[in-house]
T-cell receptor, first 114, second 113 residues
Framework: GIQVEQSPPDLILQEGANSTLRCNFS?????LQWFHQNPWGQLINLFY???GTKQNGRLSATTVATERYSLLYISSSQTTDSGVYFC????????????????FGGGTRLMVKP | DTGVSQDPRHKITKRGQNVTFRCDPI?????LYWYRQTLGQGPEFLTY????????KSRLLSDRFSAERPKGSFSTLEIQRTEQGDSAMYLC???????????FGPGTRLTVT
């Protein structure tokens, strides 16, 4: 199956700082999602971004599918941005059952200090 | 659209007991997924339904685990004879079609004592 690696594993920022989180995957994919997991365990959808660039407020994401990576940018970080950020891609390149079973990276644990 | 819901949110059980969790997907979503997440790890896929048909099961899903989606709407995940290693967050997700965005529920946190 496809392997997913995220970096850095841990990140501590001062409020107001910018950061870039990276997601590398081992094979070409036709979809990719970024999530934020809050302290209560809820996975919150940030981006569905198989390719290209998207922006949502202070967050933006870029996926370069041909080079097998995606980046999540957080600008002007706030304490509420703290939590774990996951990227997820399809478990396999092709799937005969037409499902989209996701493989997650290990996550980036972000702490934003006031 | 009320999102994916799961019940209960927390479950504490003694080793050897059976537990059952429920997931209600977003109403028009015909695809439903179960994942398990242990502390410090990303979620791992367990099983997948398209309507009422269970089309894929992970090797993580031992014989003690069974999942159903009888009418293609809500789903249940049952664990028989629970073990301490079953302690984890159990997450449910749904999507409208394959290769499309999945939406996750709040999860059921299971603790086996």
């Amino acid at each position: 199956g496809i392997q997913v690696e995220q970096s850095p594993p841990d990140l501590i920022l001062q409020e107001g700082a910018n950061s870039t989180l990276r997601c590398n995957f081992s094979d070409s994919v036709n979809n990719l999602q970024w999530f934020h997991q809050n302290p209560w365990g809820q996975l919150i959808n940030l981006f569905y971004i198989p390719s290209g660039t998207k922006q949502n407020g202070r967050l933006s994401a870029t996926t370069v599918a041909t080079e097998r990576y995606s980046l999540l940018y957080i600008s002007s970080s706030q304490t509420t941005d703290s939590g774990v950020y996951f990227c997820a891609v399809p478990r396999e390149r092709t799937n005969n059952n037409a499902g989209n079973m996701l493989t997650f990276g290990g996550g980036t644990r972000l702490m934003v200090k006031p | 659209d009320t999102g994916v819901s799961q019940d209960p949110r927390h479950k504490i059980t003694k080793r050897g007991q059976n537990v059952t969790f429920r997931c209600d997907p977003i109403s028009e979503h015909n695809r439903l997924y179960w994942y398990r997440q242990t502390l410090g790890q990303g979620p791992e896929f367990l099983t997948y339904f398209q309507n009422e048909a269970q089309l894929e099961k992970s090797r993580l899903l031992s014989d003690r685990f069974s999942a159903e989606r009888p009418k293609g709407s809500f789903s249940t995940l049952e664990i028989q004879r629970t073990e301490q290693g079953d302690s984890a967050m159990y997450l449910c997700a749904s999507s409208l079609k394959s290769a499309s965005e999945q939406y996750f529920g709040p999860g059921t946190r299971l603790t086996v004592t």
